[in-house]
């Protein structure tokens, strides 16, 4: 599911279970780390994936995988690979 804005977003987040949560870093950095504080809260076993310009440690939102926007969809898969466990 893909949310309008951060409203919406946190209201998806409380409602049900998800693989993988993804946030962009080209939202404002207010918005990243509420989403970022909702994801931990209302889907704490859910692992977090940042979209990035480079792949520095963010303490703050303490992503569990890191994709480089610049390497396109093979960085997202590659981050998806790392934190979801096959079934």
Request: glycine letters at 2%; aromatic letters at 4%.
């Amino acid at each position: 599911m893909t949310a309008s804005d951060l409203d919406e977003a946190v209201r998806i987040m409380r409602r049900g279970h998800f693989d993988a949560i993804l946030l962009s870093y080209t939202l404002p950095s207010r918005t990243v780390d509420h989403l970022a504080e909702a994801a931990r809260q209302y889907c704490p076993d859910c692992p977090v994936i940042a979209i990035a310009q480079s792949n520095t440690q963010d303490r703050r939102i303490a992503p569990d995988a890191v994709a480089i926007a610049e390497e396109g969809p093979q960085a997202l898969l590659a981050a998806l690979s790392q934190v979801l466990k096959p079934i």
